[in-house]
């Protein structure tokens, strides 16, 4: 599996289900905060789920998002840009969940657990191993690379979007990507 830089991308893994056709509609008055969670949300635990790799967090990390969500929203005009703006909350939450959960299992303060991984009801007990092969290689690979490459390869998101979600230069995401892209074909078999 090699790292596309200027071609169409298309997510190497799909774990749980695409964006709904709700979160794509622009007539949200961002203001509206009941509305706002109310189709945001599964975005947000999705994009979550995703880059924590355990559905045990999740639930909190969407909590937080929106307890911020909530103080800067009167602050947000633009409906178009909410789920950018729920995006970059969500990746800086997770990033700074990722690096406290690798502290912790260094100094041996949190058990390394078995964990639910995001992944589809109808995958295959194949699909099932890669994915959690994939996801034990992730855990050892340094947090922004990891995030680099979730949103990358599992979300489906753009080397541009990766630039605002990530908060670097295109050339440190594209780093970052090889890096991890290297890591996983060394230590995944496909």
């Known amino acids: 599996m090699s790292v596309p830089s200027t071609a169409p991308h298309r997510p190497a893994l799909r774990l749980v289900g695409g964006a709904e056709a ?6 949200l008055d961002p203001r509206d905060f009941d509305a706002v969670f109310r189709r945001f949300s599964p975005y947000v635990a999705r994009v979550a789920l995703r880059l924590l790799g355990s ?4 639930d909190d990390l969407v909590q937080e998002v929106f307890l911020e969500a909530h103080r800067g929203l009167d602050q947000l005009r633009d409906a178009q840009a909410l789920r950018g703006w729920l995006s970059r909350v969500c990746v800086r939450r997770a990033t700074r969940r990722l690096r406290r959960r690798r502290l912790r299992a ?3 303060l949190e058990l390394v657990e078995e964990r639910e991984l995001p992944v589809s009801p109808a995958a295959t007990p ?3 191993l ?3 092969r994939v996801y034990r290689c992730l ?3 340094p947090t922004e690379q990891r995030v680099a490459w979730v949103l990358r390869f599992v979300e489906g998101e753009s080397l541009d979007a990766l630039v605002v979600l990530c908060g670097c230069s295109k050339s440190t995401v594209q780093r970052r990507l090889r890096a991890a892209q290297a890591r996983i ?3 995944v078999p496909t």
């Open 22 to 27: 709700s979160e794509l509609r622009p007539e």
């Open 55 to 58: 559905d045990s967090e999740v």
């Open 106 to 108: 260094f100094f041996s």
């Open 126 to 128: 194949e699909q099932r």
């Open 130 to 132: 890669e994915v959690a």
């Open 139 to 141: 855990d050892r690979l």
């Open 185 to 187: 074909e060394q230590e």
